[in-house]
């Protein structure tokens, strides 16, 4: 064997290696870590996946939603696989479910011992059953290759859980384990309903995620005092003139970009309810348009920092937070 296959040999082994590396220290370290697994929106952008947050604390990862692509880039920002234990999905659009398949099997291989929890408005159980029938196949084949002591069959797949709808102004608690909240509650994104946003607490700590709406009261209830939000933003002054340019040329097309501007929040309306809520931290997320399309992040930034007094934010795809408990 010559030296440059050996060298060639050892640097694969060693990639091999690095390859399922993650950070275990965030499943105990009493720290509430929140990172962006996907910052993206449906229209393509090479730097950014879709929807997808993890909140990791109290031995376990979450995911707020599971875009396309989020898994990988959940991989590359070392979240701890293994350690899934339950998907929270606000509404079904398909950029807020397109890898929700990839994070049940591919955190299965990881090492889950168990069904992947998966909470959702009604319909999520509809969801889980065409995931996990699209997916059987595939656990199957691999449980014949690798053996039930390496992938046991039984922590393959997924256990649907419906959250039934809060009430107008309600915050349903989800669940808690270890120390770690979980609520759910009503947003605005008309005609999706209902659609949920969440706030995750943990040791004084708290996180919110808007999912997809348009400007919400409920929204600024639900996130009062948190220590961070992630709220949907798009450059509506933007998307309203590419739908006029498009009128006639794209008449589809430009009918499908106005639409969408009834149901999400602009950067300022972010920014507004942020500013109400009195929030820490206001991150811009679920980026639309693609922000390289519009001369950057500072697009989003333009108008929203003129609104939010505290410090703001531009999600991108790894972006990580650690929160330190609340001193009592």
């Not at 879709?50 to 875009?67: E, M, N, R, Y």
């Not at 049940?104 to 969801?127: F, H, K, Q």
């Not at 053996?147 to 669940?175: C, N, Q």
């Amino acid at each position: 064997m010559t030296t440059r296959l050996l060298a060639l040999l050892g640097a694969f082994s060693i990639a091999v290696l690095a390859q399922p590396a993650v950070d275990v220290a965030m499943l105990t370290d009493g720290k509430l870590h929140v990172i962006v697994c996907g910052s993206g929106s449906p229209l393509p952008d090479p730097e950014r996946a879709g929807a997808c947050v993890a909140v990791i604390a109290a031995q376990q990862v979450i995911l707020i939603d599971s875009g396309s692509g989020s898994w990988r880039k959940a991989t590359v920002a070392k979240v701890p696989g293994q350690a899934l234990s339950a998907v929270l999905l606000t509404h079904f659009h398909s950029d807020h479910i397109g890898d929700l398949g990839e994070a049940m099997t591919m955190s299965w291989t990881n090492g889950r011992p168990a069904s992947l929890d998966v909470y959702g408005p009604p319909g999520v159980e509809r969801i889980v059953r065409g995931f996990t029938e699209a997916y059987e196949l595939d656990g199957q084949y691999r449980v014949r290759h690798h053996g039930e002591d390496v992938l046991p069959a039984k922590a393959h797949g997924m256990t649907a859980h419906v959250i039934e709808p809060p009430g107008a102004e309600e915050r349903k608690l989800v669940f808690q384990k270890n120390g770690l909240s979980v609520y759910a509650f009503l947003v605005d994104h008309r005609p999706i309903e209902p659609a949920y946003g969440y706030r995750l607490e943990y040791h004084g700590r708290s996180v919110v995620v808007s999912g997809d709406t348009s400007y919400s009261d409920n929204l600024v209830r639900h996130a009062s005092g948190a220590d961070l939000l992630l709220h949907d933003a798009m450059l509506k002054n933007f998307i309203t003139l590419a739908s006029g340019s498009m009128a006639k040329p794209q008449p589809r097309t430009a009918k499908m970009l106005r639409d969408i501007l009834t149901y999400h929040a602009s950067a300022e309306d972010a920014a507004k309810a942020a500013e109400a809520a009195h929030v820490e931290t206001l991150v811009l997320t679920h980026l639309v348009p693609v922000p390289g399309a519009v001369g950057g992040e500072s697009a989003f930034v333009k108008g929203a920092g003129d609104v939010f007094k505290g410090k703001l934010l531009v999600a991108h795809d790894g972006m990580r937070f650690d929160l330190d408990p609340k001193p009592e």
